[in-house]
């Protein structure tokens, strides 16, 4: 079974300049996270769905990041104009859903993207 | 103070030796907790999850504590591939489905 697929892996830019990153999930998990991971922390949420829906994004910068989950599948987090301080590693998860009890997530490898 | 707290480390420890991390966790309406393993640039990946009566796995044993909110893990003969970082999550059912992860511990085995 195909695991969750993120693209582009690296991406350099300057800053001002956007920048969008691609998830598809694990086939039938209706639950997708977008996380940020700095160099020695933990991954902090920015997002997650559920199916279509945007069901938390208390933690993402709505003044330039933006994300996108439209048929309910695979997912785009979009930063514009990205800064010095956007350099991390954006992950993507997903899960089968919440229903209560434990909700495994399983990452994909990530985009690391450097702002110069 | 942050949600989900580790202690960074780095854990310096001999191969075979037996060596354990706590992850001490804020909100008492947490429900779900979890052990991940991250090796240098890459994914954290699953490594258990985490459950009221304690679980093991081979070498690996997690336990919890809800009355003083941490959860344990310790890994016993550790081999040299045992080398990684240790992130704890801890699930609020306040606000179901979000997990919150610690920022690891960092383990090292030596020869």
């Known amino acids: 079974e195909a695991g969750v697929v993120q693209s582009p892996r690296y991406k350099i830019i300057e800053k001002k300049q956007p920048v969008a990153f691609w998830c598809n999930p694990i086939s039938g998990h209706n639950t997708l996270y977008w996380y940020r991971q700095n160099l020695g922390q933990g991954p902090e949420l920015l997002i997650r769905y559920e199916n279509e829906e945007a069901v938390d994004d208390s933690q993402l910068p709505k003044d330039r990041f933006s994300a996108e989950r439209l048929k309910g599948v695979d997912s785009t987090l979009k930063i514009q104009p990205a800064e010095l301080g956007d350099s991390a590693v954006y992950l993507c998860?997903?899960?089968?859903?919440?229903?209560?009890?434990?909700?495994?997530?399983?990452f994909g490898p990530g985009t690391r993207l450097t702002v110069l | 103070r942050k949600e989900v707290e580790q202690d960074p480390g780095p854990f310096n420890v001999p191969e075979g030796a037996t060596v354990a991390f706590n992850c001490t966790y804020s909100n008492s309406a947490s429900q779900s907790f979890f052990w991940y393993r991250q090796d240098c640039r890459k994914e954290p990946k699953l490594l258990m999850s985490v459950y009221s009566s304690g679980n093991e796995d081979g070498r690996f044993t997690a336990q919890l504590n809800r009355a003083s909110q941490y959860i344990s893990l310790l890994i016993r003969d550790s081999k040299l591939s045992d080398s990684a970082t240790y992130l704890c999550?801890?699930?609020?059912?306040?606000?179901?489905?979000?997990?919150?992860f610690g920022d690891g511990t960092t383990l090292t085995v030596k020869p």
């Open positions: 998860a997903s899960s089968l859903g919440w229903s209560g009890g434990t909700d495994t997530q399983y």
């Open positions: 999550a801890v699930t609020f059912n306040t606000n179901a489905g979000k997990s919150t």
